[in-house]
């Protein structure tokens, strides 16, 4: 019989902090391919793979998080929930909150998250807010809802979502047989790179359990890369941005949450954070669709835009195994895709109903 997934937390059950009495809130979230892309491998004569998170349950890697975020605030006995979001969290946050019967609460920048990640928050029955602001409004208002009221904060900040986040790693080196040597990603409020450098640091050592030590599962650990959209990059800065602006908003971050493990994964690793520019994100969004076959939104293209930038540079070594983590599904943001390179519409092209009409359309000749 072929395995069905069980969710990261009884996948990965002797390396998060749960129990054996823990009650799981799960869908079913992991367990994401790792897709061989072609021709990145071809450009840059490495081996390089995508982590393709929007097939998790809510289209994005932050169901990692969120199924140990919900499970632990189930555990706490809350009955509210509420977090800040540029769009993914509060989808991922509303399905789980459903999930474990509690109410949830989301703030989200108004006018700056996309429609499918609004129509997810609202079906979910969340108590959607926009704010007058933007995400880092959001999450100031979160922090102190979780701290004076009561409500459960399922922010990043709440390091249950890091633990979560973390199975992005081990997932990776599972897979592959040992960590890669670079690990690629766009970063926001930092979270996930956080996470990632955490689950590959777990992974290459032993790791203490309440059943004993497990011995190391990777050889090494890989050189981590974040890359910021170029109007949204506080880590090349090297302060926050108060006016943070791209149009992968989903990255839309000025004073990201995560900075100091963030920098920590950069240093520690040997990597870098860098920034791209949105024509680039949109050219690496196109190049994925047309070119790997994998559709994500803009924001999740921000670390393949980093690679083919990278390798312009001349800067991306050949004979290596590259992971890049895609974030998000590209039905969470469509209307990118029906864009042309230079900025018009793309124009469906209209038939009649009529074979030969449509043969001719298609460049096609009789046999
Ligand atoms: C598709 O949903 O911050 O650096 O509120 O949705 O861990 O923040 C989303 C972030 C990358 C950045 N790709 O990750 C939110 C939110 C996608 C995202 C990021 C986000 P972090």
Redesign the pocket.
Known sequence: MAHQWRGVIREYADRLPVTEATKVITLGEGGTPLVHAQKLSELTGSEVYLKVEGMNPTG???DRGMTMAMTAAVEAGAKAVV????????ASAAAYATAAGLKCAVLVPEGKISMGKLSQAIAHGATLLQVDGN?DNCLDIARKLGEAYPVFLVN?VNPARIQGQKTGAFEVVDSLGDAPDIHVL????????S?YWKGYKEYSAPFETANGTLPAVSTKTPIMWGFQAAGAAPFVAGHPITEPDTIAT??R?GN?A?WDTAVAARDESGGLIEAVTDDEILAAHRWLSAKEGVFV?P??A?GVAGLIKKHAAGEVPAGKTIVITV??HGL?DPQWALRTEDGSDVQPVKVPNDVVTVAAELGLEEN
């Open positions: 994005s890697f932050k977090c800040a979001s540029t769009g993914n969290t509060s995400f990043s766009p970063v926001g409020n930092a979270g996930n790179i996470a989903a990255i971050i990201p995560s939104e924001g999740s921000a974030t998000g969470k």
